[in-house]
């Protein structure tokens, strides 16, 4: 109990310092820029979700409830990218992890484009729909999330190598870069053995040449 406790703690004061180092200066580098439009939009995550809330209750009443739950569990999809998004952002920086969390914005920016349009057949009062203000405010709050993950996806891609070279992160197939040194020094030292060395040649004359 004590050991997951301490695990627990050891995580929060290591994500506490990440959040802390990076407030600091949120625009100074491009991992940082992304990393705030990351934050930002998601921030619209706890709006879209009362306003979904809502909107599932209006859009039952109207015997429309297969979009209300579509709502909702696109709600729960973008949280758990949330998740695993900020965790890519701010810890786990390899080339396949901000590679899946880049293809992770792309489907979202289909997944929201997608349901703004089926929201917007039951936004105004000719859809029958009672509490359609509900169902306008998650279309609205659904299109900022689009917005978001299409603007973090094309940062993404435009800025991947320099995030994975500024901050001194390998990718997965570099190995430790302490091995990598090893092996380039070895093959200096064997280049510069083999550039130095001389050889002898005696040939049927009994002439001699170096």
Do not use: R
């Amino acid at each position: 109990m004590n050991t997951t406790k301490e695990k627990l703690n050891k995580a929060y004061n290591s994500s506490k310092q990440h959040f802390n180092e990076h407030f600091k200066d949120p625009w100074s580098t491009h991992k940082k820029k992304i990393s705030t439009v990351w934050l930002i939009g998601n921030a619209f995550l706890f709006p879209f979700f009362i306003s979904a809330t809502f909107a599932c209750g209006a859009l039952e009443q109207n015997n429309s409830g297969q979009a209300g739950f579509v709502l909702i569990w696109t709600f729960l999809n973008s949280f758990l990218l949330f998740i695993g998004g900020t965790m890519v952002l701010f810890k786990y920086h390899t080339e396949y992890f901000l590679g899946a969390l880049t293809a992770s914005c792309i489907l979202m920016c289909s997944w929201m484009l997608q349901e703004a349009i089926v929201l917007g057949h039951f936004s105004d009062a000719s859809s029958g729909v009672q509490d359609f203000g509900a169902v306008s405010a998650s279309l609205i709050f659904g299109i900022i999330l689009f917005l978001a993950y299409l603007i973090v996806a094309i940062l993404l891609v435009m800025y991947q190598k320099q995030i994975l070279s500024n901050t001194g992160f390998q990718n997965l197939e570099d190995g430790d870069t302490t091995a990598g040194d090893t092996n380039q020094n070895y093959n200096n030292n064997v280049s510069g053995n083999i550039a130095t060395s001389t050889a002898v040649v005696e040939d049927e004359d009994g002439n001699i040449s170096i």
